[in-house]
């Protein structure tokens, strides 16, 4: 229960891959870690009730992380909230450059996760992480910025990997629901130099959508978004061998 329930974090990060192989120790009894951070920041962009004025947006985020070691059982808890602006900072906003218009509504994102694993005999370490995650969005009467659609009122689901920026359109009418996940994990270690991690990971994301044409004559049928596929399901295994 030591890694993130999103792997995709270590697409961008994998020295943090290597951790994962460590020998952890179990001295026995019960230790305890809590952690908590909060975050604003600011940045000067264009007013849009205001031609030619500026306004400083602000985004917070913050997070709170617990760690829970009973003997030879390990326990987790994650939970985390960052607003519509802290996330687009670096794009920087929507759109591009400019505060957010007061008829555009955003709701943050909100993020939690629990696990637990237990080791056997310093060989076998089995775990199991579930999270849910609701996501920042924002909603216009008038459509999403850069939506190639002839939809007027659209709810874009905004996510930030640390990298990018992710937005994805949903059809018209709808609204975000919750993401759920889970991770089973596996660590087996064997020969004292050997190391092998297996994991398991299933998302339910009621969010994923793509974009189809609404009739078959290309030159006249416009475009509309249209629900993707829900279920995403990954398999890890890695092999680590240290000399």
């Known amino acids: 229960a030591r890694s993130s329930v999103d792997y995709r974090l270590y697409k961008y990060n994998n020295e943090k891959v290597s951790s994962l192989f460590n020998p952890e120790k179990y001295p026995g009894g019960l230790s305890w ?11 000067t962009l264009k007013d849009p009730g205001k031609i030619g004025d500026t306004v400083i947006q602000k985004g917070y985020a913050g997070d709170v992380n617990i760690r829970v070691k009973l003997d030879r059982i390990r326990l987790r808890a994650d939970l985390s909230f960052r607003d519509l602006a802290f996330i687009l900072h670096s794009q920087p906003s929507l759109p591009p450059y400019s505060d957010f218009p007061s008829e555009y509504k955003t709701s943050p994102n909100l993020f939690a996760a629990v696990g637990v694993d237990r080791n056997w005999d ?30 007027a009122k659209s709810t874009a689901v ?13 059809p018209e009418g709808e609204e975000a629901v919750p993401q759920f996940a889970a991770k089973a994990t596996a660590k087996i270690d064997f020969g004292k130099i050997f190391t092998t991690v297996a994991e398991v990971f299933y998302s339910y994301d009621g969010n994923q ?16 978004y249209v629900f993707g596929e829900f279920n995403q399901l990954g398999i ?4 680590q061998c240290r000399f």
């Open 122 to 151: 310093d060989w076998l370490t089995l775990g199991l992480i579930v999270g849910v995650e609701k996501p920042a969005t924002l909603t216009s009467e008038k459509g999403i910025p850069g939506d190639i659609t002839a939809t």
């Open 236 to 239: 890890n295994v890695t092999l």
């Open 33 to 43: 870690l809590a952690t908590a951070e909060f975050t604003m920041l600011g940045q």
């Open 158 to 170: 905004i996510r930030n990997n640390n990298i990018d920026t992710l937005i994805t359109i949903l």
């Open 209 to 224: 959508s793509r974009y189809e044409r609404e009739g078959e004559d290309p030159e006249t049928s416009n475009f509309k």
